[in-house]
């Protein structure tokens, strides 16, 4: 059996957690594969909304495993949180999920270090999330980073000493005030809730598992145009967002993987600073932002807003071998008159349809025009009921990428999503 794997094409925030709750039906097990707790997957039935920020987005289904694979950073204090939130709405997960031995723990001091680092920056801050992901990561390529099998060690606390007193040393460059103390009650809390679940070497299990014959998904947080290799530099996350992050972060073979499933909004966002060529900072942009809600489900921040661009989610669709994609919030864009799609970008007076290396160089999106479908949606339940320019829309995108699109968002409820044949 191979792994099928599910991640977002543009700069995050392209819906995974509602697809991957609707998917979940398909799969044994579900497991998340890189990032952390600045991902944030919203999940919205029976009228209320989900975040998760660690977990992976399978846990509402009983039935399912849920692995936290070893790409994944953990910081205690959020997953202790989500725990008992979802703990609240009746939902265990002592027999469902499995955290990978060899995921990074997050640190109070790994926040210090990351809000310390953003502001030193000023005007060239890179708009982190400031949850200690950097930092984290950081120390994870240095080797000097703590894991979660390390919480069973009997020196786990002086090895947390060690590596919190040589932030401390960091800190002091930044000449940073901080109090690394107060949070640490709390931290120590999240550590016995870890303790409370089943701490596996998931490399093994995750390949026993899929010898079994387990229909196995993996996960995908943030997006492509964030990979730290592949996306925007220095605007990016820290970690491999791509297909081949599924491979390193949960330590199955290249051949072991399945389907790629690509998943992308009909238009863009972004949050936080970089390049966004189809940015709209007007009110076509304000007027997507207001009915698609656009705001961070990790940072609350409004989320910059443009139109579909081409030239990114075909280079992405490059870079993951996708083989279906997915097409979130196109609710969004029911009351336009007319909607754009970027096809090419004019750079330094060239045309030229791919990514270009440098990024502070103005870049012109060359756009091609089609006519709204101006009409609701949300309520559709099968592809035959969609509006002909919205097929149209379709149609346009599967032609140009080469890829069909198998599923249709029409609203955030586990609900609104089309299955196309």
């Given at each position: 059996?191979?792994?099928?794997?599910?991640?977002?094409?543009?700069?995050?925030?392209?819906?995974?957690?509602?697809?991957v709750?609707?998917?979940?039906?398909?799969?044994?097990?579900?497991?998340?594969?890189?990032?952390?707790?600045?991902?944030?997957?919203?999940?919205?039935?029976?009228?209320?909304?989900?975040v998760l920020h660690t977990i992976p987005s399978g846990v509402f289904h009983k039935d399912k495993i849920n692995i936290i694979g070893n790409g994944v950073v953990i910081d205690p204090i959020i997953f202790a949180s989500e725990i008992e939130a979802l703990t609240?709405?009746?939902?265990?997960?002592?027999?469902?999920?499995?955290?990978?031995k060899k995921a990074h723990l997050i640190l109070p001091s790994h926040r210090e270090l990351d809000a310390a680092s953003e502001a030193s920056k000023g005007k060239a801050k890179i708009g982190s999330t400031l949850k200690g992901i950097g930092p984290t990561y950081m120390d994870k390529t240095g080797r000097n980073g703590l894991?979660?099998?390390?919480?069973?060690?009997?020196?786990?606390?002086?090895r947390y000493n060690s590596l919190k007193n040589k932030h401390k040393d960091i800190l002091k460059q930044y000449n940073y005030n901080s109090n690394i103390e107060q949070h640490e009650e709390a931290w120590f809390k999240g550590i016995e809730v870890i303790k409370r679940f089943e701490l596996i070497d998931s490399e093994v299990e995750i390949n026993q598992l899929l010898n079994k014959g387990?229909?196995?998904?993996?996960?995908?947080?943030?997006?492509?145009?964030?990979?730290?290799?592949?996306?925007?530099?220095?605007?990016?996350?820290?970690?491999?967002?791509?297909?081949?992050?599924?491979?390193?972060?949960?330590?199955?073979?290249?051949?072991r993987i399945g389907e790629v499933l690509g998943i992308f909004k009909a238009y863009c966002t972004r949050v936080g600073s970089g390049p966004f060529p189809t940015e709209q900072e007007n009110a076509t942009g304000e007027e997507m932002r207001k009915i698609g809600v656009?705001?961070?489900?990790?940072?609350?921040?409004?989320?910059?807003?443009?139109?579909?661009?081409?030239?990114?989610?075909?280079?992405a669709i490059m870079l993951n071998g996708v083989t279906a994609l997915i097409m979130t919030k196109a609710d969004v864009l029911d009351s336009f008159d007319s909607i754009m799609i970027a096809t090419a970008y004019k750079v330094n007076g060239k045309i030229t349809n791919t990514m270009p290396f440098e990024i502070d160089v103005p870049i012109e999106p060359i756009y091609k025009e089609f006519k709204g479908w101006k009409s609701d949606i949300t309520n559709l339940?099968?592809?035959?009921?969609?509006?002909i320019l919205l097929l149209e829309y379709i149609k346009f995108i599967e032609s140009e990428t080469g890829v069909p699109i198998t599923?249709?968002?029409?609203?955030?409820?586990?609900?609104a999503t089309i299955i196309r044949k």
């Open positions: 059996m191979k792994a099928d794997v599910l991640l977002g094409l543009q700069w995050g925030d392209e819906g995974k957690g509602k697809v709750d609707v998917l979940t039906t398909s799969y044994d097990v579900i497991a998340r594969f890189q990032g952390g707790p600045n991902a944030g997957h919203s999940l919205e039935f029976n009228n209320i909304k989900h609240k709405m009746g939902v265990s997960l002592e027999a469902t999920l499995k955290i990978s894991r979660i099998g390390d919480i069973i060690r009997v020196d786990f606390y002086e387990k229909r196995f998904l993996a996960e995908g947080a943030q997006g492509s145009l964030l990979d730290i290799d592949f996306g925007s530099y220095p605007y990016v996350t820290s970690s491999n967002t791509v297909c081949a992050g599924a491979c390193t972060g949960l330590g199955i073979a290249p051949s656009e705001f961070g489900a990790t940072t609350g921040r409004p989320r910059r807003c443009g139109w579909l661009d081409l030239v990114a989610l075909k280079y339940k099968n592809e035959s009921e969609l509006p599923i249709v968002s029409v609203g955030p409820s586990r609900d």
